[in-house]
């Protein structure tokens, strides 16, 4: 059963939700998931998309994406739909916002102007390149971010050119640190009583999550290159082929003697070109060869379990389907179910971490367009018949 609302950390926040696409509604997710009363704003409906709306609302991304929120649609370019969100406003403890950034000041929805009416509002926004500066007004997408923060450079095999990684990466990170930043300010308010502008985006995510990558710049003035399935630094430590397959290994550092017994060549351990790291690293392309020579001739469930024993780091390469059918992935639990009215039974993925060792159990799918506009304006004193006005107009 999932868990009860009221015993999530989060259960006594209110968050509206205005984001699209998909760093700002991640941002927003990790809130509901953790227990925030999630409000997605939505836009109305355009005639003749409603097709669509419903083929991209009902795909594998938007469910993932939206689930534990409830849906009011408003149009807030309407003097009657912009009293109702800043009725809300007047109420939410969080907002999470990635307009553009002269967009919410064109609409009267930023920052300054909701706190006026609401000073403990924390106000979270989230966009392509920053709130100012040279690049504010550019529009943001993750490919584009990816290779201004230079990941591109460095993610491929050499000499084959930039590679983009496998995943929204920029969009992702820049979602998780945003949450990160709204329950600071959370933190910060029970203490001052006051809320605050939080904000980030896919670039600055993207180059803090370069890490170590990036201090090798910084620090070291090194331009990393690009190193495949190689590890930039650990040597040896990459992708090595077997009988049937390929794996990972993780032989660098204090590891090297243990994975050259383990592989039966023990010769390597003091062999001239590999002595030291200095040598390794040098002589990487001739090791890695040698270290073939042995994987190839097993498979990949046996030396995953020949080198795992001998406290060797190696691990099976899987493709999705694979994953998530792996004993360990089942045991997390990151796969989880949930009913959708028209959809039927599906399963998302779940939380990256857990409190009190269990993960987080979803609650509800992601709801229609416009689901509960009733539900949400009755709560704000608004009569049937006023809804129905609203509705006819087209302000909900």
Request: proline share 6%.
């Given at each position: 059963?999932?868990?009860?609302?009221?015993?999530?950390?989060?259960?006594?926040?209110?968050?509206?939700?205005?984001?699209?696409?998909?760093?700002?509604?991640?941002?927003?997710?990790?809130?509901?998931?953790?227990?925030?009363?999630?409000?997605?704003?939505?836009?109305?409906?355009?005639?003749?998309?409603?097709?669509?709306?419903?083929?991209?609302?009902?795909?594998s991304d938007f469910q993932n994406l939206h689930r534990?929120?409830?849906?009011?649609?408003?149009?807030?370019?309407?003097?009657?739909?912009?009293?109702?969100?800043?009725?809300?406003?007047?109420?939410?403890?969080?907002?999470?916002?990635?307009?553009?950034?002269?967009v919410k000041h064109r609409l009267g929805i930023d920052y300054e102007t909701l706190k006026k009416t609401n000073?403990?509002?924390?106000?979270?926004?989230?966009?392509?390149?920053?709130?100012?500066?040279?690049?504010?007004?550019?529009?943001?997408?993750?490919?584009?971010?990816?290779?201004?923060?230079?990941?591109?450079?460095?993610?491929?095999?050499?000499?084959d050119g930039p590679m983009r990684t496998g995943i929204a990466i920029s969009d992702s990170t820049s979602g998780v640190y945003l949450s990160f930043g709204i329950l600071l300010a959370l933190l910060q308010r029970e203490r001052t009583g006051v809320g605050q502008w939080v904000n980030t985006s896919l670039v600055q995510a993207l180059v803090a999550l370069m890490d170590f990558q990036a201090a090798r710049w910084l620090i070291d003035h090194e331009v990393p290159p690009q190193s495949g399935n190689d590890h930039p630094t650990g040597i040896p430590q990459?992708?090595?082929?077997?009988?049937?397959?390929?794996?990972?290994?993780s032989g660098s550092?204090?590891?090297?003697?243990?994975?050259?017994?383990?592989?039966?060549?023990?010769?390597?351990?003091?062999?001239?070109?590999?002595?030291?790291?200095?040598?390794?690293?040098?002589?990487?392309?001739?090791?890695?060869?040698?270290?073939?020579?042995?994987?190839?001739?097993?498979?990949?469930?046996?030396?995953?379990?020949?080198?795992?024993k001998a406290g060797v780091p190696c691990g099976p390469i899987y493709s999705i389907d694979q994953m998530f059918a792996d004993p360990q992935v089942k045991h997390i639990g990151i796969a989880q179910?949930?009913?959708?009215?028209?959809?039927?039974?599906?399963?998302?993925?779940g939380q990256g971490v857990n409190l009190g060792n269990k993960p987080v159990k979803l609650r509800t799918p992601t709801p229609e367009r416009g689901q509960h506009n009733d539900e949400i304006l009755k709560g704000l004193g608004y009569s049937e018949k006023d809804i129905a006005s609203l509705r006819e107009r087209k302000v909900i």
């Open positions: 059963m999932p868990e009860a609302k009221d015993d999530l950390p989060l259960s006594p926040y209110f968050v509206l939700d205005l984001t699209r696409a998909r760093a700002g509604p991640t941002a927003a997710r990790q809130l509901a998931d953790w227990g925030a009363d999630v409000i997605k704003v939505e836009e109305l409906i355009k005639p003749g998309d409603e097709d669509n709306s419903w083929d991209l609302r009902h795909g534990n929120k409830r849906s009011i649609t408003i149009n807030l370019k309407d003097p009657d739909g912009l009293k109702i969100f800043k009725k809300l406003a007047d109420k939410a403890d969080v907002i999470i916002e990635n307009y553009r950034p002269d000073p403990r509002l924390v106000y979270a926004s989230i966009s392509g390149f920053g709130q100012d500066g040279p690049y504010s007004k550019r529009p943001g997408l993750d490919q584009i971010v990816q290779g201004v923060s230079g990941l591109m450079s460095i993610t491929g095999k050499p000499g990459g992708v090595f082929k077997t009988k049937d397959g390929h794996i990972n290994i550092g204090t590891l090297y003697p243990r994975l050259c017994n383990a592989i039966e060549m023990p010769e390597l351990i003091k062999h001239a070109d590999y002595v030291d790291f200095r040598l390794r690293s040098k002589n990487r392309a001739a090791l890695n060869k040698a270290i073939e020579t042995k994987t190839t001739q097993r498979t990949s469930a046996e030396w995953v379990e020949l080198l795992n179910s949930v009913e959708h009215p028209t959809l039927g039974h599906m399963e998302l993925v």
